[in-house]
């Protein structure tokens, strides 16, 4: 790998660990302000809220200068919506603005993959990032789910600043003011981030007529025969991965009684399978293997549904760990061939704010319907059985789709998986 890819691996796992941990803080903050569980479940559709309106500037935005220096400012609109939180704002909309930075995050962090790396190591590139980010989820949500614990927290509350009163009084609290310093230092990882020499684009000066662009790319990505049935499959996988942060915290307190200290570390179970399938994709699956995994997309929906005949924490625990390592191994080769066909056609940047638009409108509209349904006092294992019904039908529409494109356009996909099988050019 080349140099400075590990000081952004760095950067990632830091700013990804800490993003994890807020979100179990959250839950716990909003639990002990009496919040109903459609607030809680709300969370997650509000953290993807700004990737989905920002989604035409944020590309565009991360194509305009150093991408390590587009981190740089993510953290810190990360830790402006801490503070927030801190203060007294709304946990919703506090988290609402984390999200924001996470949004232009993700251009640059997927973006400088393409331009600091050839094609043919983007799979092993995803591998590692993949697998520090579920990493990063495993330990945050064990971390914040220790830090609204009784012992962290209750030693946090005993640190007293002198002649300086906090107004820190709270678990949550305490929690917050940890994670603001893990912010912090991914942002200085983010300071040493090197320049990677490729020439930028500047943003235009009418903001505005980057709406008809993105919308352009949007389209040329979903008429692509490869691009299209990636973009669907990863949209829809990162669509589950998104919303299980907060299915399985509910099914926790519903399924075993759990708190959300026990049940972050159920959470934690998830990202470890994920990891894991992760890992192996990178090892075993090349550039042009992408569309091989679909079907195992189809079993994912089919293990959710399966989670509310399980109520012992020994038959959980493996079982959370062959979900979790489905999805891993599938958004491996998804993702790399979905970068590999953005950067083709319209560049990094751009591509990536294309598909995060796609995936966190999905984690939106199936964290609203879940919300929703909670609101309206369905019970937890009704709406996970919803749930996994949609992702197993959603999955096989996609695979009969890329089959229907080997059929009726096999020279055009043959031709881009040709593509992507001999690109050992770019970087």
């Given amino acids: ?19 994890n941990a807020l979100f179990v803080t959250a839950v716990q903050l909003l639990r002990s302000e009496k ?49 927030m939180m801190l203060f007294g704002s709304h946990p919703l909309l506090s988290y609402a603005i984390v999200g924001l930075g996470a949004a232009a995050y993700s251009p640059a962090k997927y973006g400088i993959l393409t331009e600091l790396l050839p094609a043919s190591q983007l ?16 330990l945050g949500v064990l971390l914040g789910g220790q830090l609204v614990g009784s012992v962290v927290s209750g030693f946090l509350l005993q640190i007293d600043l002198p002649f300086i009163d906090t107004g820190i009084d709270t678990a949550p609290e305490a929690a917050i003011s940890v994670l603001i310093l893990v912010y912090l ?80 570390a159920l959470q934690g179970v998830v990202a470890i399978g994920m990891a894991a399938g992760a890992i192996i994709a990178s090892m075993r699956m090349r550039l ?12 994912m929906g089919g293990l959710i549904i399966l989670l509310i005949f399980i109520d012992n924490v020994w038959i959980a625990a493996p079982f959370l760990v062959l979900l979790g390592a489905i999805g891993g191994f599938l958004v491996v080769p998804m993702n790399a061939l979905l970068q590999h066909r953005g950067h083709n056609l319209m560049g990094a940047g751009r591509s990536i ?72 050019s770019h970087g």
């Fill in 288 to 299: 042009e293997d992408g569309p091989r995994v679909i079907t195992l997309g189809i079993g």
């Fill in 185 to 264: 230092l991914a942002a200085w990882f983010n300071t040493h981030i090197p320049d990677t020499g490729v020439e930028m684009r500047p943003m235009p000066r009418r903001v505005i007529s980057l709406l008809p662009d993105f919308w352009t790319c949007n389209m040329r990505l979903w008429r692509d025969k490869l691009g299209q049935i990636s973009l669907a499959a990863t949209t829809l996988i990162w669509g589950v991965a998104g919303n299980l942060r907060f299915i399985v915290l509910s099914w926790a307190a519903a399924a075993l009684g759990y708190s959300v200290t026990q049940a972050s």
């Fill in 1 to 19: 790998m080349k140099r400075g890819f590990y000081t952004i691996m760095s950067a990632q796992f830091f700013s990804s660990l800490a993003d």
């Fill in 353 to 424: 704010a294309v598909q995060n638009f796609n995936e966190q409108a999905c984690i939106l509209a199936l964290g609203a319907a879940y919300s929703l349904s909670a609101g309206l006092g369905v019970h937890t294992f009704g709406a996970i059985t919803g749930f996994g019904v949609v992702v197993a039908l959603v999955m096989w529409l996609i695979k009969r789709w890329h089959a229907g494109n080997c059929v009726h356009h096999r020279a055009e996909v043959e031709h881009l998986l040709a593509i992507a099988r001999n690109d050992k």
């Fill in 35 to 83: 919040a109903g569980e459609w607030q809680q479940a709300a969370l997650v559709p509000m953290f993807a809220l700004f990737y989905v309106i920002l989604a035409p500037f944020v590309g565009a935005f991360a194509d305009s200068r150093p991408k390590g220096q587009v981190m740089l400012i993510s953290n810190f609109i990360k830790v402006a919506g801490c503070l």
């Fill in 123 to 138: 799979v092993k590139a995803n591998g590692w990032i993949e697998g520090l980010t579920i990493g990063s989820i495993i």
